[in-house]
């Protein structure tokens, strides 16, 4: 694939100009792929159809690769069967596969199917893969052994820069394959087929679910953890102590000041008292550096959901 195919995608997404038909600024091969996903989709077999899932496609492929360059992982187009890095692959059929680092020649391996109509992502997961044959971009993904013998063909592959230790390549694979899957069944959600389907995504049961797949425990012992974890952060923060989420940030209490009461108005307009306050402690949240950088590039793909703010974030599971 050239350059000139990444760049037609910014062409036709331009608000208030001519666009023509998604389906027809793809390659010929692409279009051929896309229609096969149509007849076993569940979506209508029309045009309209076919176009919703060419703007699906595209709109996975550009979260790819702008993940990807947020964590400074280069695209090639070749992968050989000896090559010490760990990968990240994207497949025509919109499946990720993420490789470790080399290891006396054998490397972890993920599959992750993203379907189009699932809220959670299949995993097929293998601790000792070996690469059969050099592999690249346009051509299938063999191994030797293990629960996938081969892939369909790669779209793109993404690896991490040759000075980058393979802890720190095992890492950023990991958070790629985290962020991409949830922004591909939310990108997912967008079709019709799905529009009857509450969006349940992120929701505690969700998130257990995920964290058991991918750790291979069970639900139960799952959600025993997260609850575990969960009431160890709130009793360090109510004991007063600054307490670390990791890379988002930290948990405290912040003393709020005492209020006088005073008279205000509500939303309809009407006067209405403010009651008196004494000083109090009130949870708060500081979002690391990290977590801001990252959040001011958002991917476009997932933009229309950043102002689903709330104050009520109780979640029964």
């Known amino acids: 694939m050239n350059d000139s195919f990444t760049t037609v995608f910014s062409n036709f997404t331009v608000k208030g100009a001519y666009m023509e038909k998604v389906i027809n600024t793809l390659p010929e091969h692409i279009q051929v792929h896309l229609r096969e996903i149509l007849h076993t989709s569940g979506l209508p077999d029309t045009g309209e159809s076919l ?169 139960r012992k799952a959600r025993q953890i997260i609850d575990d974890y969960l009431i160890i952060l709130e009793s360090g923060m109510l004991l007063g102590e600054r307490v670390p989420l990791g890379r988002l940030g930290r948990l405290y209490l912040k003393m709020q000041p005492a209020r006088k009461a005073r008279m205000g108005k509500n939303f309809s307009g009407e006067e209405v008292m403010i009651k008196a306050r004494p000083a109090m402690p009130a949870p708060r949240m500081s979002f690391s550096s990290r977590m801001k950088e990252r959040a001011a590039v958002v991917e476009p793909a997932l933009d229309n959901q950043v102002d689903g703010d709330t104050d009520n974030d109780d979640d029964k599971y």
Not at 88 to 105: E, V, W
């Open 51 to 219: 176009e919703a899932i060419a703007k699906n496609w595209i709109d996975k492929m550009n979260l790819f690769q702008g993940q990807i360059k947020s964590l400074d992982m280069i695209e090639t187009g070749v992968f050989t069967a000896d090559d010490p890095r760990g990968a990240l692959a994207l497949t025509y059929s919109g499946s990720l596969i993420s490789l470790g680092p080399s290891r006396d020649g054998l490397r972890w391996m993920e599959y992750h199917s993203i379907k189009l109509r699932a809220d959670v992502p299949e995993i097929l997961k293998t601790p000792e893969a070996k690469i059969k044959a050099d592999t690249g971009t346009d051509k299938i993904l063999e191994f030797e052994s293990g629960v996938i013998k081969s892939t369909s063909a790669l779209y793109r592959i993404a690896v991490c820069r040759d000075d980058v230790r393979p802890e720190e390549q095992e890492m950023r694979i990991r958070e790629a394959v985290l962020f991409l899957t949830n922004g591909f069944v939310k990108i997912n959600m967008s079709l019709a087929i799905n529009r009857d389907l509450e969006d349940v995504q992120f929701t505690m049961k969700s998130i257990i679910q995920q964290v058991a797949a991918r750790n291979d425990i069970t639900l």
